[in-house]
T-cell receptor, first 112, second 116 residues
């Protein structure tokens, strides 16, 4: 079945860039997503990328997709303490499924 | 626009008891999902509805979990009897439609279940 993997933890200093990485196995994925989850809150969609794109930029967020290696990354420029949260990579669209397959999440800690 | 509503927000029960969760999706959203998120893991799909029909329940433990979406709007998820390993956050999500194009899912705040 589909599998999505992420590193568990990342710590950066305020103002630095953060890069969160993700690998997935389903080569038929059509959309890949990044979600943010803050303590006690639901999941918030940050951005997404269609599988025929290599890069997408949205304000401080840059998503890079290497479809050959099935590798997805999220770069957050000028990271702020408010960016501290768990970030989930998710994929959908493989074999017609609409439901999301999530990674286990990367906890981002931003130090002042 | 009101978001996805879930209740209760928290529930504590003893093992072998029953529990039910309720979800009200965003108005007009045809597709509704229930996910289970165990502590330290990403959400995992339990069941997906398209209107009031089940699209995917392959990962639903049907011996103890059941879900329905009467009239294609609200949904309830039930666990009977609960086990310790059912302790998790149960997330409900909805999306406009389940077709082949981009289809953003909107998540509710979740119900945190603790089974003692």
């Amino acid at each position: 079945g589909e599998d999505v993997e992420q590193s568990l933890f990342l710590s950066v200093r305020e103002g630095d860039s953060s890069v969160i990485n993700c690998t997935y196995t389903d080569s038929s994925s059509t959309y890949l997503y990044w979600y943010k989850q803050e303590p006690g809150a639901g999941l918030q969609l940050l951005t997404y990328i269609f599988s025929n794109m290599d890069m997408k930029q949205d304000q401080r967020l840059t998503v890079l997709l290497n479809k050959k290696d099935k590798h997805l990354s999220l770069r957050i420029a000028d990271t702020q303490t408010g960016d501290s949260a768990i970030y989930f990579c998710a994929e959908a669209g493989g074999t017609g499924r609409r439901a999301l397959t999530f990674g286990s999440g990367t906890r981002l800690q931003v130090q002042p | 626009e009101a978001g996805v509503a879930q209740s209760p927000r928290y529930k504590i029960i003893e093992k072998r008891q029953s529990v039910a969760f309720w979800c009200n999706p965003i108005s007009g959203h045809a597709t509704l999902y229930w996910y289970q998120q165990i502590l330290g893991q990403g959400p995992k799909l339990l069941i997906q509805f398209q209107n009031n029909g089940v699209v995917d329940d392959s990962q639903l433990p049907k011996d103890r979990f059941s879900a329905e979406r009467l009239k294609g709007v609200d949904s309830t998820l039930k666990i009977q009897p609960a086990k310790l390993e059912d302790s998790a956050v149960y997330l409900c999500a909805s999306s406009l439609e389940g077709g082949g194009t981009y289809n953003e899912q909107f998540f509710g705040p979740g119900t945190r279940l603790t089974v003692l």
